[in-house]
RNA sequence: GCCUGAGUGGUGGAAUUGGUAGACGCGUUGGACUCAAAAUCCAAUGAUAGCAAUAUCGUGUCGGUUCAAGUCCGACCUCAGGCACCA
């Protein structure tokens, strides 16, 4: 027997030459889409952790095949930002250069481990002949008016020197570097995304995605319902407006509070008669970082605006209107109505302030904190008696709209998309200014805008994208009018690329149409897509709503992409502390497969536990995985020239086919591998075993351990190559015992075991169970009350 | 604080969804083979008591339901992840 090396590189070699993984767009037989995130090809090469989730979805793919599928299980590289282009600056290469270079590397790491992933469809988003129709579809936002250009106070890395999105920058550390993220203003794209909040969360019905994934998407999109109440502003004819999810606690409000952004301010800046310490606050406010400002448990603080009353619209008491960082400009309308009685934080305001509290529901101690529980409503004119939170929501509700002091609202935290970054190394935002025609698409068939080739692409300091600095490339006409214009020098964000490249696998070499009508149709959903949790929220929420923006405008059969999302599992380091350099326990997988082989390290990670768990790498629990496939081997010296299955095996095969088949489907591969551990610990029991019993063993171990299951198929010339055979079935009758074992309790603890038939009735049981030794023991001199017989089961007898 | 998950031997983890807890692997101990080591093979391996048959205890803690609870219910503790001055 040659060595494991040469067996994978001859299998790897069948496999490419034969064109066996490469999907059919035109096939008859049912299609079946596997997808696994595509990595960044970093200069740290492949982790573990990627073999875990490409061994899985390979595994699913090979068996799919098996069972008649027409399966697509490609494999692309996400190229394009900042990780790429630091890693290029850190070396001084281009990122061109070192990207292709990455790949490369990432590729071969990749291709070592023998997935039947079909490469003819591979792609770069950095390729201009991807990034053409990234930029095409960008258009498709442009010209649909979900893209639009805002002065943001944006989140600022000062180390990445570009602006961040609330999702890279959450903690109020950079993503990326993990430095203090500052606020900087900025003109940014803008990608309408709020307006699918709602899609978005009404989408997930038509999806399977584990239950985690999707409560984490509902957090994030935060929808609230409540309403808007019209607030009279006594010195002023513009209403102040607030938004509140307690209507019911109206009665309650004892003054307002508006966010330091809020316009009121400037618009009354007249009338306000303390405009110095207020300003003075706005200022301290704008200097707080993001992260900052949200902290919990921090000290309320805040201005009280002298010269603004306002109007209780239900109570016509004046109230006062403070200014105030609890309050967020960004979501609602930036103003709040306060119940100091009913909300933790407007107590904490008026004890500090001394504001009047007033309860309106009974309950709790309003000396020692707000009450939020429900209760019977009182000091609340229409709504006193009511002692239902929901009820009293709606009769208030119903009230101001009838009265035209408020309406019904829904709110959600999900923001617009920033969709531009300070940077080289991204797509070019194909757009043009021009001073007549202001923001102007360029041409289709001027597409895709190309990075300009030059030597300095690190990012400046003044917050403009290296872009701009390369005046041939900024310089242009304009589409429209042909007038001297400028180009946008921002690039797109990194998660620009990945929102949309599943749908490339589909025609991923179409150089007409980002894929063809045809192939959108044929491959439909991606059915199974695997990826990280840490893209439970961001990404999947970009891709999800670039896909829906595209259905609606006709680009694509289905408004939700994905139907199946899995999570896999981090692997950490011996010990389970997480693998990094700094910890120097950062394992290689290039090293694991030239020590063990492809197989055992696949056999390994899908042995390793449950697979959305994570779990602590152990190179022991490797090598046992390297011993098994080491006697998987040695047991081909037992096959005989017999067919069929032996006899005392015929069992066990059809029990183990089934819970293979089955632990697939549940994606439980350490069970699946457990099971064929027991079944080979059963053929090494004999003294020969068939070319049938050899045979099916391989062929259920073929998807995890694919190179030597192939080899020896063919060395004991046992039938076609696997990866062109079909799952084995089994036969339920076979699975089931004739003779079993079960046990007997007496009153509930086990104190014997007895062998039962299939056939044997409930009376032949029980008298087996009365007449074992040790039950006699326990039921001799006591009353037999009854006798629980569950067949096939157990038998517990109850005495007394 | 709110929303998800999860807590099982020395260790990674099983348990047909209420029916023999600890499958399978790792480790450990003893033995075989060997001049020796590695590899391989055989046996034992939750704790306590016992030569043994066996008994008692045992799935984060405390209660409960049930003939029977790792599994269901109630309260709590711990860990991981998500959200968080979001009105």
């Known amino acids: 027997m040659s060595n494991y090396k040469e067996i994978e590189k001859k299998w790897q070699k069948y496999w490419e030459d034969e064109k066996v993984f490469e999907a059919d767009n035109h096939s008859k037989k049912e299609k079946y889409y596997y997808l696994v995130e595509f990595p960044y090809p970093s200069g740290a090469g492949l982790h573990v952790g990627h073999c875990r989730s490409y061994t899985a979805l390979d595994a699913l793919a090979r068996k799919k095949r098996m069972n008649g599928y027409n399966v697509l299980f490609p494999m692309g590289w996400d190229a394009f930002g900042a990780p790429a282009e630091q890693y290029a600056i850190k070396n001084h290469i281009h990122p061109s250069v070192a990207v292709k270079e990455n790949i490369k590397t990432f590729k071969s790491q990749v291709k070592s481990l023998g997935l039947s992933i079909d490469w003819s469809r591979e792609f770069a988003t950095t390729d201009p002949e991807y990034y053409k129709w990234t930029q095409w579809q960008f258009l498709k936002f442009f010209e649909h008016g979900m893209a639009y250009k805002a002065k943001k106070n944006i989140n600022w890395c000062p180390n990445c020197k570009t602006g961040l999105s609330n999702e890279d920058s959450s903690g109020g550390v950079c993503e990326r570097c993990g430095h203090t993220v500052e606020q900087r203003e900025k003109e940014q794209w803008m990608l309408r995304m709020s307006d699918y909040a709602e899609d978005l969360i009404k989408g997930l019905d038509d999806t399977d995605f584990i239950e985690r994934i999707k409560t984490a998407q509902i957090n994030w999109i935060g929808k609230s319902t409540g309403a808007e109440v019209n607030f009279k502003v006594k010195e002023t004819k513009e209403d102040l407006v607030v938004y509140t999810t307690r209507p019911d606690t109206l009665y309650g409000v004892t003054f307002m509070v508006v966010a330091p952004e809020h316009p009121i301010i400037d618009k009354n800046k007249d009338i306000i008669k303390n405009m110095d310490s207020i300003n003075k606050y706005k200022e301290e406010a704008k200097n707080k970082t993001e992260f900052e400002r949200t902290q919990v448990n921090k000290?309320?603080?805040?201005?009280?605006?002298?010269?603004?009353?306002?109007?209780?619209?239900?109570?016509?008491?004046?109230?006062?209107?403070?200014?105030?960082?609890?309050?967020?400009?960004?979501?609602?309308?930036?103003?709040?109505?306060?119940?100091?009685?009913?909300?933790?934080?407007?107590?904490?305001?008026?004890?500090?302030?001394?504001?009047?509290?007033?309860?309106?529901?009974?309950?709790?101690?309003?000396?020692?904190?707000?009450?939020?529980?429900?209760?019977?409503?009182?000091?609340?004119?229409?709504?006193?008696?009511?002692?239902?939170?929901?009820?009293?929501?709606?009769?208030?509700?119903?009230?101001?709209?009838?009265?035209?002091?408020?309406?019904?609202?829904?709110?959600?935290?999900?923001?617009?998309?920033?969709?531009?970054?300070?940077?080289?190394?991204g797509e070019p935002i194909p757009l043009v200014y021009c001073d007549d025609c202001g923001w102007t698409a360029v041409k289709e068939e001027d597409l895709p805008v190309l990075l300009p080739d030059v030597a300095n692409y690190e990012p400046t300091d003044t917050g403009e994208s290296p872009l701009a600095a390369i005046t041939h490339w900024v310089n242009t006409t304009c589409p429209k009018c042909g007038k001297p214009a400028k180009r946008e020098t921002d690039t797109m964000p990194n998660w620009a690329g990945s929102s949309w490249y599943w749908l490339r696998y589909m025609d991923a070499h179409n150089d007409k149409e980002f894929a063809s009508k045809e192939a959108l149709n044929y491959w439909g959903k991606l059915?199974?897509?695997?990826?990280?949790?840490?893209?439970?929220?961001?990404?999947?929420?970009?891709?999800?709503?670039?896909?829906?923006?595209?259905?609606?405008?006709?680009?694509?059969?289905?408004?939700?992409?994905?139907?199946?999302?899995?999570?896999?599992?981090?692997?950490?380091?011996?010990?389970?502390?997480?693998?990094?350099?700094?910890?120097?326990?950062?394992?290689?997988?290039?090293?694991?497969?030239?020590?063990?082989?492809?197989?055992?390290?696949?056999?390994?990670?899908?042995?390793?536990?449950?697979?959305?768990?994570?779990?602590?790498?152990?190179?022991?629990?490797?090598?046992?995985?390297?011993?098994?496939?080491?006697?998987?081997?040695?047991?081909?010296?037992?096959?005989?020239?017999?067919?069929?299955?032996?006899?005392?095996?015929?069992?066990?095969?059809?029990?183990?086919?089934?819970?293979?088949?089955?632990?697939?489907?549940?994606?439980?591969?350490?069970?699946?591998?457990?099971?064929?551990?027991?079944?080979?610990?059963?053929?090494?029991?004999?003294?020969?075993?068939?070319?049938?019993?050899?045979?099916?063993?391989?062929?259920?171990?073929?998807?995890?351990?694919?190179?030597?299951?192939?080899?020896?198929?063919?060395?004991?010339?046992?039938?076609?190559?696997?990866?062109?055979?079909?799952?084995?079935?089994?036969?339920?009758?076979?699975?089931?015992?004739?003779?079993?074992?079960?046990?007997?309790?007496?009153?509930?603890?086990?104190?014997?075991?007895?062998?039962i038939n299939v056939n044997d009735t409930e009376d032949v049981i029980k008298e087996k169970a009365l007449q074992a030794d040790n039950v006699i023991n326990h039921t001799k001199d006591k009353e037999i009350i009854k006798i629980i017989v569950i067949k096939g089961k157990i038998v517990n007898i109850v005495v007394k």
């Open 299 to 425: 000290d309320k603080t805040g201005v009280k605006i002298e010269g603004l009353t306002g109007i209780n619209p239900i109570t016509n008491k004046e109230i006062p209107i403070y200014i105030s960082d609890y309050v967020m400009m960004n979501y609602g309308t930036g103003a709040i109505m306060a119940v100091p009685a009913h909300d933790e934080r407007d107590y904490e305001f008026a004890k500090k302030f001394g504001i009047d509290i007033i309860p309106v529901i009974k309950g709790g101690d309003i000396n020692k904190s707000a009450y939020t529980g429900d209760g019977e409503m009182i000091n609340s004119g229409i709504l006193n008696g009511l002692t239902n939170k929901k009820d009293s929501i709606e009769k208030m509700i119903n009230y101001l709209e009838k009265e035209k002091i408020g309406n019904r609202k829904t709110n959600y935290k999900l923001q617009d998309w920033i969709f531009s970054r300070q940077r080289f190394w």
């Open 527 to 755: 059915d199974f897509y695997n990826g990280g949790m840490e893209h439970a929220t961001r990404h999947l929420l970009y891709a999800r709503f670039w896909n829906q923006f595209l259905y609606n405008i006709g680009l694509v059969p289905n408004k939700e992409p994905f139907k199946t999302r899995v999570s896999h599992g981090m692997i950490l380091g011996e010990g389970g502390v997480k693998m990094s350099k700094s910890l120097g326990n950062v394992v290689n997988p290039n090293d694991m497969i030239e020590e063990y082989g492809a197989d055992a390290l696949r056999t390994y990670e899908m042995f390793i536990g449950d697979y959305e768990k994570e779990v602590a790498w152990s190179e022991q629990g490797l090598n046992g995985c390297k011993r098994f496939i080491d006697r998987v081997v040695r047991i081909g010296e037992k096959v005989s020239d017999k067919k069929g299955y032996t006899k005392e095996l015929e069992s066990i095969i059809h029990k183990t086919i089934k819970k293979v088949t089955d632990d697939f489907d549940n994606m439980k591969f350490n069970t699946a591998v457990s099971s064929l551990m027991i079944l080979l610990n059963k053929y090494e029991e004999q003294n020969e075993i068939t070319k049938d019993d050899y045979r099916v063993f391989l062929t259920l171990f073929n998807p995890i351990a694919p190179h030597i299951t192939e080899e020896l198929n063919e060395k004991y010339d046992l039938g076609d190559p696997l990866c062109k055979s079909t799952w084995p079935k089994y036969d339920e009758a076979k699975t089931i015992d004739e003779e079993k074992e079960i046990a007997v309790q007496v009153n509930g603890k086990v104190r014997a075991t007895i062998k």
